[in-house]
């Protein structure tokens, strides 16, 4: 049985205020190398420490008490100038850091937390005791998503407060935190239970306790009260719309059909047109959280490569404030978290290295987040090596994931995307960090779950960049309607370029396969009723010219029914493979959202070369 049982809220409420208290700590951390004579810094750094430590000693955690506190007396030696900041007191801190996160993952599993590792403890000690710090296992930042577990309303923190600042006061006579208030407030609620002791502590955190914290990611998010009054107020405007509308209906039902009743009708229904909108964009913006929630951990994760590789990094953030559909968020940090080790491990080059090329020592990533239109642009760019298109291509041959003939026929573009394969990777040697082609992979499949799409740009000696584009929200999608016959279909918008027209003098073939020119590309031409396993019943008139990740070509239909805004309902009990879900027109028909990299995915195993890896299927 769970340790805390009966105050699982107010645990959580602790985790959410120390889980973002060492996040932020972690990102000063990574400053303070860079400054390690800030006094500003090293004195919100022994706060931090201090904070966990007492919310951590109402709920008895006292391993973990013990850990914050040779932390936080070390950091006072510190500020003091009693210590001075050298790369392997720095890293024994982070290891620190690293354990207290650990640790919270016991309490997120509702046991108390396990003993520190004795060599940290031991190295800890030694330090405050005036010894050089002693070696301990190297600081690797988690790659997993931050176990935050935002609650779902705002705690009544003064009564909270009321009912155990005596206690608090008492036992600490400081000022209290709202995390220590939370934790004191659980601690208060259930009987007290001594913290379970070993000789040493393993080297994760319990599994239940990640999935506790999953569920509670998925299931809460943190609204901002302006915006919930904002969507109260839109509420009571519409409720007042609604009534003007029943009385214009009643007096017309009467016979009351003049034009002053009539105009009053068009003006009640324009308003209430104007105000389900404000609400729709008012109700998604609760959808909406700062991007830098994500990125506040990222410094921590390059520094903790780059110190393990030998290569010196700077993580520079940008675009912080940007706002992103919550449930994007969450999906976003596997790939993001490929993405700055990639840049890290494969990008950046050795200090050697940089010194022959004549570059400055210090390596720069950058991870910038903007919003351009409709769309989310997350960039992230290094200053290294670069990639070699002709070298990527070499490589995909040697590896049998593309033939010679394919690889000639590939421009710079299209060459880069390669590295997006399963099984792609320019290592010669598998280690710990790189070298099993499976990183960028897992970023192009993620990206694609989130409708988006990646490009690559890369220049040898000057550095890469990685380009994310993403829709603002998963809950509405501009769809293009397409028509077989009479039947509607809607595409992603964000996969189509243009339309054109299929005009049968200009459709080739090659290899036996139906082909058209645009531009100068040889692009296949799949035919929608095909894809579908409908009947070819007639030429298909017009071709959208959709582009991937990795492929473009010319998808064959009958006609257009006009561009939407889909509001997205997913099939939870049944979705037919290539259906992404449906959405219903303003007519009340209901319409398929396809999934084209499904339906693409079902025929690629019949891949003849054409559009790379895109099977031509010939028309009726």
């Not at 049985?1 to 602790?14: H, K, N, P």
């Not at 996040?23 to 706060?47: A, H, Q």
């Not at 009260?225 to 107020?233: E, K």
């Not at 839109?234 to 719309?241: A, Y």
Request: glycine share 8%; charged share 25%; net charge negative.
């Amino acid at each position: 049985m769970s340790d805390f049982a009966g105050m699982e809220d107010l645990l959580q409420d602790f985790l959410q205020e120390a889980h973002d208290l060492l996040s932020d700590v972690d990102n000063k951390l990574v400053d303070l190398e860079k400054m390690p004579d800030d006094r500003g810094l090293l004195n919100d750094i022994f706060r931090g420490f201090h904070t966990v430590k007492g919310g951590a000693g109402f709920l008895n955690a006292t391993e973990l008490v013990t850990l914050c506190h040779l932390t936080e007396n070390l950091f006072d030696k510190l500020r003091n100038g009693e210590l001075h900041l050298t790369p392997e007191l720095m890293d024994l801190i982070m290891a620190a850091t690293k354990c207290v996160r650990d640790m919270f993952g016991d309490l997120s599993s509702g046991v108390q937390p396990l003993r520190a590792p004795a060599d940290l403890l031991h190295a800890l000690e030694g330090v405050l005791k005036g010894e050089s710090p002693a070696p301990v296992a190297a600081p690797v930042a988690s790659a997993a998503p931050a176990a935050a577990t935002p609650s779902g309303t705002e705690p009544d923190w003064e009564k909270l407060h009321a009912s155990v600042s005596g206690q608090a006061v008492a036992a600490t006579g400081e000022v209290i935190t709202r995390a220590e208030v939370a934790a004191a407030s659980a601690a208060a609620a259930a009987p007290e239970k001594p913290a379970r002791r070993t000789a040493d502590r393993p080297a994760s955190g319990s599994g239940g306790g990640r999935r506790i914290e999953e569920r509670a990611r998925e299931n809460t998010i943190r609204v901002d009260t302006a915006r919930l009054d904002q969507v109260l107020n839109l509420s009571g405007e519409i409720g007042l719309t609604k009534n003007r509308l029943t009385s214009l209906r009643a007096d017309i039902l009467a016979g009351k059909n003049d034009p002053e009743t009539l105009h009053a009708l068009d003006q009640a229904v324009s308003q209430l047109d104007l105000l389900v909108s404000d609400l729709q964009n008012s109700v998604m913006k609760t959808r909406m959280q700062p991007i830098g929630r994500l990125f506040q951990k990222y410094p921590r994760i390059a520094r903790d490569l780059a110190r393990q590789l030998g290569k010196d990094v700077e993580l520079v953030l940008a675009g912080e404030e940007t706002e992103v559909d919550k449930t994007m968020i969450e999906d976003l940090a596997d790939p993001l978290i490929h993405l700055i080790r990639n840049a890290v491990d494969h990008g950046v080059e050795s200090p050697a290295e940089r010194a022959a090329a004549g570059k400055p020592a210090k390596s720069l990533v950058r991870l910038e987040a903007r919003q351009e239109g409709d769309h989310i642009v997350l960039i992230v760019a290094d200053d290294g090596r670069g990639m070699s298109a002709e070298r990527i291509r070499a490589k995909a041959v040697e590896k049998g994931l593309i033939t010679e003939e394919e690889a000639n026929t590939l421009d710079d573009r299209q060459s880069f995307n390669l590295i997006l394969l399963p099984g792609f990777s320019t290592k010669t040697e598998i280690s710990d960090v790189s070298g099993r082609g499976v990183g960028m992979d897992v970023v192009k499949t993620n990206i694609q779950k989130l409708n988006g799409s990646i490009e690559i740009r890369s220049e040898p000696g000057k550095g890469s960049v990685f380009l994310i584009s993403l829709p603002l929200t998963l809950a509405i999608l501009p769809v293009l309607l397409v028509l077989l016959g009479d039947q509607p279909f809607a595409l992603p918008l964000s996969l189509v370029r243009e339309i054109l027209p299929i005009e049968q003098d200009k459709v080739q073939e090659v290899g036996g396969k139906t082909t058209l020119v645009v531009r100068g590309e040889i692009l296949p031409v799949v035919s929608l009723a095909r894809l579908l396993g409908w009947q070819q019943v007639r030429y298909p008139e017009y071709g959208v010219f959709m582009q991937t990740a990795e492929r473009s070509f010319i998808l064959g239909v009958d006609s257009f029914a006009g561009r939407d805004d889909a509001v997205i309902k997913s099939l939870e009990d049944f979705r037919p493979r290539g259906v992404a879900g449906v959405t219903t027109l303003s007519n009340g028909q209901i319409v398929l959202i396809l999934d084209m990299k499904e339906l693409l995915a079902d025929v690629g195993q019949h891949m003849d070369g054409i559009g790379r890896g895109i099977p031509a299927l010939d028309f009726v």
